[in-house]
């Protein structure tokens, strides 16, 4: 059914018989599928997502009639609205051929048709859906503008991206979670862009504010209301207002302050400390942090009620070494970043890129950028050597163990044993092929590396 689907055929819709086989015919070099009826020509809809309809308007049980027409070309362009419809009509039909191409249909062909246009007009509509498919892919792929600093081509991340621009326009509150310096700012600010909220993003990092501050940052103070208090200042809540409100860190967040937090998300009033009076507040709440939030709730640090009102779309982002091919990417973009900041045209050497490569990155993105900066101040020549991003030698110098060559073999075939298996999908003659090895050879391999099959 699946592959049904990807050719995406010609569905043609005709009652008379003798007639459907003759439209058949005379399209005969494109693939079709036929209906007589509104209902089997909804079923074949669902069934192969035709690209182009060619469709009669006069359809049983009442064929004398357009009722039927409309009707079937209304839910077949609420199902599948990229479908290109071409109505065929009688001679004196013209004011409803209008009418359909005014509700979405394609073009409409007057019966009786001459079978080279008719050709002529399927071929367009073919063309245009595959145009139009196409168009949407690459869109697909394409950053939006608001996420327009991020760097990455990784699937997983791009579909992130989808994700934060579907639901900007929503109030969903969205939680980030993601090791440190993986760009959970950098999402949560392109939320707000994309948002088109009127008001700033403000954001509060919950384990860099004491304790004791934390409460009067968030919620703002009345004049007086502890010493020091010189004068009522708003709390990131309320300046917040029409905008979108970042708690980063949320993890780190006292289990009071969790208390009051919750009151306010529930009833989006704050109350200053030292005050009297609730204040109405909107904003659109993203969280974060890098810790486990089920383990914190089940040891009694985080409350559970509060995650599930600040986890109503939860985004979990890679760390940089899951993520396909971003770390030379990204070390390119920032080599042209800070290169031009300098007035300087950098490259990578070899040698950096490959260590780029197989580094780990436990600081993320955040680690990458700061190792180029520092290149592109130390470096003297036009290149970044290994050396100058600090990551010559890092593989040989961990630990001794690394410097055994049996192990450092082993790791290095069961990395590309299991790269292989897994690109060929378990199939082991395939997985041989990619390895250069006989299939015996794979398997003696995968026995003394312990691998099943
Ligand atoms: N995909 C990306 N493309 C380009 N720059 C990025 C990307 N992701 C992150 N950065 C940059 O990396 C740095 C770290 O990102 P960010 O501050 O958003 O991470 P974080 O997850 O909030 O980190 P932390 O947990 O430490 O607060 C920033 O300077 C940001 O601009
Ligand atoms: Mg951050």
């Not at 900066?373 to 690394?402: C, H, P």
């Amino acid at each position: 059914m699946s592959t049904d689907k990807l050719q995406q055929p010609l569905l043609v819709v005709e009652d008379d018989l003798a007639l459907q086989k003759q439209i058949k015919w005379s399209l005969d070099r494109f693939e079709s599928v036929t209906a007589h009826d509104r209902e089997s020509a909804m079923t074949q809809v669902r069934r192969y997502s035709p690209a182009v309809v060619t469709m009669d308007l006069g359809l049983p049980p009442d064929a004398d009639s357009v009722s039927e027409g409309f009707k079937l070309l209304e839910q077949i362009l609420a199902a599948a609205p990229d479908t290109k419809v071409i109505v065929l009509t009688g001679q004196n039909d013209q004011s409803n051929a209008v009418k359909a191409v005014g509700m979405g249909a394609y073009d409409f062909l007057a019966k009786p048709f001459e079978p080279e246009v008719l050709n002529l007009c399927v071929e367009r509509a073919f063309r245009l859906h595959h145009l139009q498919a196409e168009n949407k892919r690459l869109r697909a792929m394409q950053m939006p503008d608001a996420l327009s600093g991020l760097v990455t081509r990784d699937p997983q991340m791009l579909r992130i991206c989808r994700t934060i621009e579907k639901v900007a326009s929503t109030n969903a509150s969205v939680m980030l979670l993601g090791e440190s310096g993986t760009g959970k700012e950098v999402l949560a600010r392109g939320l707000h862009q994309q948002s088109n909220r009127k008001g700033n993003f403000v954001a509060i990092n919950c384990a860099a504010i004491p304790e004791n501050l934390l409460e009067s940052e968030l919620f703002g103070y009345e004049k007086g209301a502890f010493t020091g208090a010189a004068k009522t200042t708003p709390g990131k809540i309320e300046t917040a207002h029409g905008g979108t409100l970042m708690l980063d860190e949320i993890g780190d967040m006292p289990m009071p302050l969790q208390a009051k937090l919750l009151r306010f998300l529930q009833e989006r009033v704050v109350e200053r400390v030292g005050g009297r009076q609730g204040i109405p507040v909107d904003v659109r709440v993203v969280c974060a942090t890098h810790q486990n939030l089920a383990q914190c709730i089940k040891e009694g640090r985080f409350r559970e009620d509060l995650y599930y009102r600040l986890a109503e779309i939860v985004v979990e982002i890679p760390p940089l070494r899951a993520r396909v091919g971003d770390a030379a990417l990204l070390a390119h973009s920032f080599v042209r970043r800070f290169g031009g900041e300098h007035g300087r045209s950098l490259t990578l050497a070899d040698d950096a890129l490959r260590a780029i490569e197989s580094y780990s990155w436990p600081g993320n993105i955040r680690e990458l950028e700061n190792r180029i900066k520092r290149a592109t101040i130390m470096a003297d020549g036009n290149q970044l050597t290994a050396d100058d991003v600090g990551l010559a030698g890092a593989d040989g110098t961990e630990d001794d163990r690394s410097l055994d060559l049996r192990l450092t073999r082993e790791a290095a075939e069961q990395r590309a044993v299991l790269a292989a298996l897994a690109r060929a999908d378990g199939t082991v003659a395939k997985a041989a092929d990619l390895l250069g090895v006989s299939r015996p050879t794979l398997y003696d391999l995968m026995h003394r590396l312990g691998l099943k099959i």
